[in-house]
């Protein structure tokens, strides 16, 4: 196989989420809600990753590390529902900034955990991030007229959520064929999903008829490809440039938001995005041991000064 097979995969793994704020939007306005959107999703998405596993390699799991890996699929299904509550209130090129955060969430995250201190680079990068998400966001030329607290409550748990998943992810059922570890996440992800939005939806043929496609949708491109494309593209690009690489996840967002739906984003606004997409591919770009000891250095001269 070509080596550009697998940051392609990486690359269209990232553009796949995507795609997802656009259509959810797309959904809203045709009626349906939250707790119809989330489950469709989960059930359609589910359905999809388990019947490509019945295809693929798997391994023996006993019943206990079957039910522990798919509580770990909890914040993937959490993501799901705190990112599309605050599409209720927020524009989708406004939602997916916030999501965004979970560059510096996990930092702080594997911080927190594994006591892993950010180097200067990754602490460099995050400020780099937070200035563009506040040019991005719009509030140095419109304020907070166009930002809901609560949608910005919701998108900022995405990113928790998210990061947790991502964090989860990384170093829980890693014995496994990626394709069978991403179709238990996923079954814990619908679980919890249903345990907030019981599924009564499902009763009402009608409903269940009209929802189908955007289930469909959201379920391929939100639930089962990401997983089976970044499985065929990590392990070869690594973490560094597979973060940078699902980067493409932000300027795809904001391409369908604005030819789908007519959302409209200021050059400051642009010029936000850049500086997020400079300070992601800045906090993944390699540092040699020494140019790190020589900041490193520095910035301790600088603190005595």
């Not at 499902?202 to 469909?216: C, M, N, R």
Request: hydrophobic fraction near 55%.
């Amino acid at each position: 196989m070509n080596q550009w097979i697998y940051p392609l995969a990486v690359f269209l793994g990232g553009a796949c989420f995507g795609v997802l704020s656009t259509f959810v939007k797309l959904a809203y306005g045709e009626g349906f809600v939250l707790a119809e959107v989330s489950g469709s999703q989960f059930i359609a998405g589910t359905l999809l990753i388990w019947l490509l596993l019945l295809f693929t390699k798997k391994k023996k799991v006993s019943v206990k590390r079957f039910l522990f890996i798919a509580l770990s699929g909890i914040p993937m299904g959490l993501t799901g529902i705190f990112y599309y509550q605050s599409l209720q209130t927020l524009e989708a090129s406004l939602a997916i900034i916030f999501l965004f955060q979970f560059v510096w969430i996990g930092t702080l995250l594997e911080y927190l955990i594994d006591h892993k201190k950010p180097t200067n680079q990754k602490l460099i990068a995050i400020f780099i991030l937070l200035i563009g998400s506040i040019l991005a966001a719009g509030v140095l030329t419109n304020g907070f007229s166009n930002l809901s607290l609560s949608g910005v409550a919701w998108g900022l748990l995405s990113a928790c959520s998210f990061s947790a998943f991502a964090y989860i992810s990384g170093t829980v059922g890693r014995e496994l064929p990626p394709i069978q570890r991403s179709a238990i996440f996923a079954l814990g992800g619908l679980l919890i999903t249903m345990v907030i939005f019981p599924p009564v939806f499902l009763f009402d043929l009608q409903t269940v008829t009209a929802i189908a496609p955007y289930g469909l949708f959201l379920g391929l491109f939100g639930v089962m490809l990401p997983p089976l494309l970044f499985a065929i593209g990590m392990p070869h690009v690594g973490a560094g440039l597979g973060t940078i690489l699902t980067s493409s996840e932000l300027p795809v967002a904001l391409f369908m938001s604005l030819v789908f739906l007519g959302e409209n984003l200021q050059l400051v606004q642009w010029i936000g995005v850049c500086i997020i997409i400079v300070g992601i591919i800045f906090g993944n770009f390699p540092v040699s041991k020494r140019k790190e000891r020589s900041i490193t250095e520095t910035s301790e001269k600088l603190n005595a000064s």
